[in-house]
């Protein structure tokens, strides 16, 4: 019988290319996929790859619902769990930080729980892997070098600290319990099916229809930038060969500051550099993230395959070609 995985939250962006690139493609497991379908969910997204192969399934349902996660849990005996759901925009958690936490703290305990009783069915074949971020490590300076896992974790904003919140509990259940647990954290992701409210889908929709460019303060804030291809390569990896209680960092080596993204995509679909307006910077915003990824590389065999320049060329592609998909899910 083939091993049962459940994957919360691949209605989203990351999500949905894990099941393109991953789940639909690996025929050795069932794949269970749970998603409330949020403002972020778009079942559509996903819908061909569910009805064209017979190993993935879906279910509705909020991570927020202790009951129904337990009798889900109870009806389908999971042989492991790829936990991505969440919220993720850390603009809503300043305006609403209370969902933050019920979904990313206690939506995660919720999991936690009953994979307790699975794991004492099957011991370590039983495996959970969370999905968490580099924004749970705080900020850096210029000079500072990048984030390793031995970094204290120092979240600055309601999303950071919802999601540094769910990485303890994970670990107090590997310490306590002894749960066969990974903690994924990577840095900020691009690619197709991303909803237009994050930076490079927002910036190349509101370029293509010559609408102004809202960047934060001066724009010269750092981030690092991994192909969501590429984290979901290492987010399989880690449920595959990851060590238990171990946390994996990821990242896409492609560290750019905010203003020089938003210019190359103009440069990329030929819009001019007027269409740029600066706005009031974000509050607690954090100034630079960097990504030392080499324990994946060491132990899980891992490292980004996408460089910027091409998976960017890729991305503005998509959403050139896909203006109708980010009108709908805008929409619903
Ligand atoms: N996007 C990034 O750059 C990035 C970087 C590092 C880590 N992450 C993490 O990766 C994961 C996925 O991120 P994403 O960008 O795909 O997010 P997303 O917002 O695009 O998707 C989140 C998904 O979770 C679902 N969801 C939200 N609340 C839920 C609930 N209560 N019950 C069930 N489902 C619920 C939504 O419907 C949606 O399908 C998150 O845990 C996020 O913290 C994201």
Not at 166 to 174: E, G, I, P, T, W
Request: contains cysteine; charged residues 25%.
């Amino acid at each position: 019988m083939s091993k049962k995985i459940l994957l919360t939250g691949c209605a989203g962006f990351i999500g949905s290319n894990f099941i393109k690139t991953i789940a639909s493609k690996n025929q050795d497991y069932d794949f269970v996929i749970l998603d409330a379908l949020t403002y972020a969910g778009h079942l559509p997204t996903i819908q061909t790859d569910i009805d064209e192969n017979d190993h993935l399934s879906f279910v509705k349902m909020d991570i927020r619902n202790k009951e129904d996660i337990d009798s889900l849990f109870s009806k389908e005996k999971f042989d492991g769990v790829i936990h991505f759901a969440a919220e993720s925009h850390v603009d809503n958690s300043i305006t609403n930080p209370n969902i933050f936490v019920e979904t990313n703290v206690l939506g995660t305990l919720n999991l936690l729980n009953p994979s307790l009783k699975r794991h004492k069915d099957l011991g370590d074949q039983f495996k959970f892997v969370h999905v968490s971020t580099d924004e749970v490590y705080g900020t850096l300076t210029e000079t500072d070098p990048a984030f390793t896992e031995q970094n204290q974790i120092e979240p600055n904003s309601p999303y950071s600290a919802s999601k540094a919140s769910s990485d303890l509990l994970v670990r107090s259940y590997f310490e306590t319990f002894k749960l066969n647990t990974c903690i994924t954290r990577c840095s900020n992701n691009y690619g197709p099916f991303q909803f237009p409210e994050k930076l490079i889908p927002l910036m190349i929709s509101n370029a293509l229809s010559d609408k102004a460019l809202p960047v934060y303060g001066d724009g010269q804030n750092i981030r690092d930038w991994i192909y969501v291809d590429d984290h979901n390569n290492g987010i399989w990896a880690t449920y595959l060969k990851g060590n238990a209680g171990e946390v994996y960092n990821f990242g896409g080596d492609a560290e750019k500051r905010n203003l020089d993204v938003v210019k190359t995509l103009l440069s990329i679909v030929k819009k001019p550099e007027s269409l740029i307006t600066f706005v009031k910077d974000r509050k607690g915003h954090d100034w630079r993230y960097a990504m030392n990824f080499e324990k994946a590389t060491k132990e899980l065999n891992w490292k980004p395959e996408v460089t910027f320049e091409e998976g960017l060329q890729r991305t503005v592609n998509w959403y050139v070609e896909n203006q109708k998909w980010c009108q709908e899910v805008s929409s619903t």
